[in-house]
């Protein structure tokens, strides 16, 4: 299958500093990717979508000036924590899809802020 | 609103049994449906998906079941082994184009 990578996969960083995680689809163009945020024990939360060069379409509820993503590239895409607090400490996943309806998702990046 | 879930949190199943796990969905106008199998600190993983013209089909070790009557679906293992202990999530692709995850069932091996 498809592989998607996620980097950094655990980040620590205080409170008030700015976490970039990127994801990348390493063998395949992707069209769309996702951003899902997991809390422990609970299902994963649909953040945004983006698409390649456009910007990103945000779930309600979700702050676009907090978390700031960028889809520059059909293989890459970035998710920008700014102004981090404790209660953004989560598991980040992305996933991204090509040209068919199948979605492929990272490993996840384990933040927490102090 | 519309939402995919899942009937039970955890299943503990014996080693070489065979496993069911089952999921709701409310949305009629969903025409995929896939299982994503989640270990400790990873991401989700696709096990099978099933489109709605099927009300079945097989993999390796797995089967996934359709009921679009009844709006069920289910994943069925067989011989269970432990490296099968994870949390399994059923997902929705509703006309929206966006996947709608279930709450997840924890799965728990027994040797």
């Known amino acids: 299958g498809a592989v998607v990578s996620q980097h950094p996969s655990r980040v620590i960083c205080k409170s008030g500093t700015s976490v970039k995680i990127e994801c990348r689809s390493l063998?395949?163009?992707?069209?769309?990717m996702f951003w899902y945020r997991q809390f422990p024990k609970k299902s994963l939360m649909l953040m945004a979508t983006?698409?390649?060069?456009?910007?990103?379409?945000?779930e309600q509820g979700v702050e676009k000036d907090k978390f700031l993503i960028n889809h520059a590239s059909l293989t890459l895409s970035t998710l920008t924590v700014t102004s981090a607090h404790p209660e953004d400490s989560s598991f980040y996943i992305c996933?991204?899809?090509?040209?068919?309806?199948?979605?492929?998702f990272g490993p996840g990046t384990r933040l927490t802020v102090t | 609103g519309e939402s995919v879930g899942l009937h039970l949190p955890t299943l503990s199943v014996q080693e070489g049994d065979n496993s069911i796990i089952n999921c709701a969905y409310s949305?009629?106008?969903?025409?995929?449906f896939i299982w994503y199998k989640q270990e400790s600190g990873k991401g989700p993983q696709f096990i099978i998906d099933?489109?709605?013209?099927?009300d079945k089909r097989q993999g390796q070790r797995v089967t996934v079941l359709l009921n679009k009557t009844v709006k069920h679906l289910s994943l069925q293992i067989a011989a269970t082994q432990p490296g099968d202990s994870a949390v399994y999530f059923c997902?929705?692709?509703?006309?929206?184009?966006?996947?709608?995850f279930g709450a997840g069932t924890t799965v728990t091996v027994r040797a």
């Open positions: 997902a929705e692709f509703g006309n929206d184009y966006k996947l709608s």
């Open positions: 996933s991204a899809r090509g040209r068919g309806d199948e979605q492929y």
């Open positions: 983006s698409n390649e060069g456009s910007k990103a379409t945000y």
């Open positions: 099933i489109r709605s013209n099927m």
């Open positions: 949305n009629s106008a969903s025409d995929y």
């Open positions: 063998d395949f163009q992707a069209t769309t």
